[in-house]
């Protein structure tokens, strides 16, 4: 495709584990990997689809995990451009450091945003003790990724509703990407409550979802709003963008979606 290509959602792992951690992360979720979960294994994958620059989201699951990764991921950004790092946040954090001094950190380093997973991470967005994060996020310019929606390794309880999201929409000058188009396989409940709210969505993983539905939520939401993201190595970018490929959006709308709305966000030029 003869267009520039932002994937705001992906994920690597340090070379030693990347392998290993794919692995494992696949059977429990029983889903199929791509590559070796590495960032040279990305980077094969985005010259195949036609990847221009990938965020890397990486996820602490463990509050003791948070400083080695934002250290790691501030360190790989000096010297990667097609690459961009994230850094990371735990909601029990605050019981081993603070929060917003870490946050802080990641904004005197550059670092654009977090992730953030309700799921892997075990907390409800809109629970008042992750007030602290969000207002340091708001505070210093930090993007929030959330997970959201179901995720295949925890199907029997839904921490990232869209009831619950929408309350941290209400947080004031936070920036947010719910990922999956708002909520993975709660696709009628976004259109719902979380359509036209000042959040972005990305489109990672959601291959699967009914073109009816995905031209709705876009309709709704607004164009403006709208991010490509493929959930790599979950998913190929190019499996995201032949799904996209079939709704018939006009060049203004595809423009947006694939690039230059994350340009904006990310305040970077692909």
């Given at each position: 495709?003869?267009?520039?290509?932002?994937?705001?959602?992906?994920?690597?792992?340090?070379?030693?584990?990347?392998?290993?951690?794919?692995?494992?992360?696949?059977?429990?979720?029983?889903?199929?990997?791509?590559?070796?979960?590495?960032?040279?294994s990305m980077?094969?994958?985005?010259?195949?689809?036609?990847?221009?620059?990938?965020?890397?989201?990486?996820?602490?699951?463990?509050?003791?995990?948070?400083?080695?990764?934002?250290r790691k991921?501030?360190?790989?950004?000096?010297?990667?451009?097609?690459?961009?790092?994230?850094?990371?946040?735990?909601?029990?954090?605050?019981?081993?450091?603070?929060?917003?001094?870490?946050?802080?950190?990641?904004?005197?380093?550059?670092?654009?945003?977090?992730?953030?997973?309700?799921?892997?991470?075990?907390?409800?967005?809109?629970?008042?003790?992750?007030?602290?994060?969000?207002?340091?996020?708001?505070?210093?310019?930090?993007?929030?990724?959330?997970?959201?929606?179901?995720?295949?390794?925890?199907?029997?309880?839904?921490?990232?509703?869209?009831?619950?999201?929408?309350?941290?929409?209400?947080?004031?000058?936070?920036?947010?990407?719910?990922?999956?188009?708002?909520?993975?396989?709660?696709?009628?409940?976004?259109?719902?409550?979380?359509?036209g709210r000042?959040?972005?969505?990305?489109?990672?993983?959601?291959?699967?979802?009914?073109?009816?539905?995905?031209?709705?939520?876009?309709?709704?939401?607004?164009?403006?709003?709208?991010?490509?993201?493929?959930?790599?190595?979950?998913?190929?970018?190019?499996?995201?963008?032949?799904?996209?490929?079939?709704?018939?959006?006009?060049?203004?709308?595809?423009?947006?979606?694939?690039?230059?709305?994350?340009?904006?966000?990310?305040?970077?030029?692909?």
């Amino acid at each position: 495709m003869n267009m520039k290509i932002i994937d705001v959602h992906t994920h690597f792992f340090p070379d030693n584990i990347g392998p290993s951690t794919v692995k494992m992360l696949a059977e429990k979720a029983n889903i199929k990997a791509w590559g070796e979960g590495t960032a040279a294994s990305m980077r094969e994958y985005m010259k195949k689809d036609g990847v221009t620059v990938s965020v890397n989201d990486p996820v602490a699951t463990k509050k003791e995990q948070v400083k080695s990764i934002n250290r790691k991921m501030a360190e790989f950004n000096k010297t990667s451009k097609d690459i961009i790092a994230f850094g990371s946040m735990h909601p029990l954090y605050r019981e081993i450091g603070s929060p917003t001094e870490e946050l802080e950190f990641l904004a005197a380093n550059g670092i654009k945003g977090i992730k953030l997973h309700p799921e892997y991470q075990s907390f409800y967005p809109d629970d008042p003790s992750m007030k602290e994060i969000y207002e340091a996020c708001a505070k210093n310019n930090i993007i929030i990724l959330f997970h959201a929606g179901i995720d295949f390794a925890y199907p029997d309880l839904v921490h990232a509703t869209p009831e619950r999201l929408l309350e941290v929409t209400k947080v004031p000058g936070l920036k947010l990407i719910f990922a999956h188009t708002g909520s993975y396989r709660m696709w009628e409940e976004v259109y719902a409550q979380l359509a036209g709210r000042d959040v972005y969505f990305d489109v990672s993983y959601s291959a699967e979802i009914g073109p009816e539905i995905m031209k709705k939520i876009i309709k709704k939401h607004g164009a403006d709003k709208m991010l490509f993201g493929s959930d790599f190595p979950w998913m190929r970018a190019k499996q995201i963008i032949e799904m996209l490929e079939t709704l018939g959006l006009d060049e203004d709308t595809r423009e947006k979606l694939y690039y230059k709305n994350a340009e904006k966000l990310l305040q970077i030029k692909a």
